[in-house]
């Protein structure tokens, strides 16, 4: 496992990589680490999978959401910092953590949001669980220039895989520690942050309340192999997704706009068409057999998430994204012909 972790850090260009059993328990670990419990509160974004968002509550912090830039689908920056402006101007509580979600495989703009963390006083999670493989300001994602803690997935069905797995990068010592013990049960076995001296070489402490979040070496070998590969595979994944845009161009399909100072990792390829046509057009696909799918449904409308009163509409552009929005297939085997297929009965739509 150590070879795992090492092998991401040097590619990433981060200090530290801690392996763990999956991309939530990274997240649930990187809020622990930064300290995050009751009374607190924690933004992320709606539009990801719920685990951006429950890792808060599982540390029994209060969650609540910034709306998307509908160009980008990622976090909006003016959106984060008007609402950053009015909880302070309202003497509101301010957010202890916020975690920007590169979706689709986009880094978010994590130079402004670093900026508003300077201004406002967050401490930043990336969730990269898409993002691995990907550049921001021509360095990699992961590196944690501007973030306490970036985290990666490696279930099946990202970019690369470990099986189930996922890891926690950051450049702080502390964090790093922290992060590896509470991964084990909070146990240590480094005297110097014993509560006492060691009864002899066998002696190790539980030193704080931790969990078996622990990768195995099985998944981790795994992990190495693919990413030994994951620049080929990233390469491969552009080139679909370019194959997609010419297809989709002067089209009435709407697509994820590209920062020009971001290189995705382009897990997802998301399309978005007139939200009167969406569910006939959904199902059809369905219908001819092409596993299209929704990423996401925006998480406070999740009926979990509703106790907590979020009303209706409550990021417009989420919202009007979740009406819209259909996920084509994409994925490095693919062949030309499989996509000419995909796109052929997109447009047979006329949309």
């Not at 992060?179 to 084990?184: P, Q, T, V």
Request: charge should be negative; proline fraction near 5%; charged fraction near 20%.
């Amino acid at each position: 496992m150590p070879q795992f972790e090492q092998a991401v850090a040097t590619y990433c260009g981060a200090r530290y990589g801690v392996a763990v059993n999956s991309g939530t328990s990274a997240l649930h670990l990187a809020c622990l680490a930064l300290d995050v419990g009751r009374g607190d509160l924690v933004w992320t974004s709606p539009i990801t999978f719920v685990a951006s968002a429950n890792c808060a509550r599982y540390c029994g912090a209060d969650i609540d959401f910034v709306d998307i830039d509908p160009a980008t689908l990622n976090i909006c920056p003016n959106k984060l910092a008007a609402k950053l402006e009015n909880a302070r101007s309202n003497g509101s509580r301010l957010p202890k953590v916020v975690i920007a979600v590169h979706f689709a495989g986009q880094s978010c703009d994590m130079t402004r949001i670093s900026a508003l963390a300077e201004e406002f006083g967050f401490r930043i999670i990336e969730d990269a669980s898409h993002a691995i493989g990907g550049r921001y300001r021509d360095e990699p994602i992961g590196n944690c220039r501007y973030s306490d803690i970036t985290t990666f997935s490696f279930h099946p069905v990202k970019v690369i895989t470990s099986g189930e797995g996922g890891m926690a990068m950051t450049n702080d010592l502390i964090l790093a520690q922290r992060i590896s013990r509470l991964r084990n049960h909070g146990i240590t076995r480094d005297p110097a942050s014993m509560t006492q001296a060691p009864d002899g070489p066998w002696y190790y402490q539980q030193i704080e309340l931790g969990y078996n979040y622990r990768l195995t070496d099985i998944h981790a070998a795994l992990g190495l192999s693919q990413l030994q590969r994951l620049d080929t595979l990233v390469l491969k994944r552009r080139e679909l997704a370019e194959q997609y845009d010419a297809a989709f161009l002067n089209t009435g399909i709407q697509l994820q706009a590209q920062n020009k100072s971001t290189d995705s990792a382009h897990h997802l390829y998301v399309i978005r068409v007139p939200a009167e046509k969406h569910k006939v057009v959904f199902e059809e696909l369905r219908n001819q057999k092409i596993g299209v799918n929704l990423h996401y449904i925006p998480v406070y409308n999740q009926p979990d998430y509703q106790v907590f009163g979020f009303p209706s509409n409550y990021c417009a552009e989420a919202e009007l994204y979740y009406r819209e929005a259909i996920t084509l297939p994409l994925y490095p085997e693919m062949t030309a012909e499989n996509q000419q297929h995909i796109i052929s009965i997109v447009q047979n739509f006329h949309l």
